[in-house]
């Protein structure tokens, strides 16, 4: 009987083990940095703003979900730039569904702990255009001289002369 306990238990703990919920938590630490740096930037799970870094790089503390993260950086001079962290699935989980069965990845997907973010992003900014400047202006047209050679080269890229030299 002891025998048969203690197996029960061993299986237990071996089965929670796996649980990605126990393992790898429910929350992940993600660093944010941008090129150039100090940029003011917010991560966003379905269009609502979850976390911020007011300069970069920074780190936030996001929930896991299965819902991929947009990063949306700005930075004077530079336009407003976005970059994405995909959802993938934690590594625990595959033990998790071996070991625990389906109570534990149950739990797991409840919870989000079954997924995982890259560790960090990094969002290279783009610089603003500048604003265009005024093209300069072409000059006026020379008045017409009658000793001024014709504008456009006859075929052969000869141009004639307009007052030949006397012999």
């Known amino acids: 009987m002891a025998i048969r306990t203690g197996l029960a238990i061993g299986l237990i703990a071996f089965a929670a083990a ?3 919920t126990i393992i790898e938590g429910t929350d992940q630490d993600i660093t944010l940095a941008s090129v150039p740096s100090e940029a003011e930037c917010t991560v966003q799970k379905n269009g609502v703003t979850i976390a ?5 790089p920074g780190r936030v503390t996001v929930d896991k979900s299965s819902a991929d993260l947009t990063v949306v950086c700005n930075k004077e001079g530079f336009k ?4 994405i962290l995909e959802s993938d699935l934690a590594a625990a989980t595959f033990g998790n569904a071996i070991a625990g069965g389906l109570i534990g990845v149950v739990i797991d997907a409840s919870t989000g702990a079954n997924s995982k973010y890259d560790d960090t992003i990094t969002v290279t900014l783009v610089p603003e255009a500048p604003a265009a400047e005024a093209a300069p202006e072409a000059p006026a ?3 017409a001289d009658a000793d001024a050679a014709p504008a456009a080269a006859p075929a052969g890229g000869m141009q004639p002369i307009a007052n030949p ?3």
């Open 18 to 20: 796996g649980c990605s």
């Open 52 to 56: 911020k870094v007011n300069k970069t």
């Open 141 to 143: 047209p020379a008045e």
């Open 80 to 83: 407003e730039t976005r970059g």
């Open 165 to 167: 030299p006397s012999s």
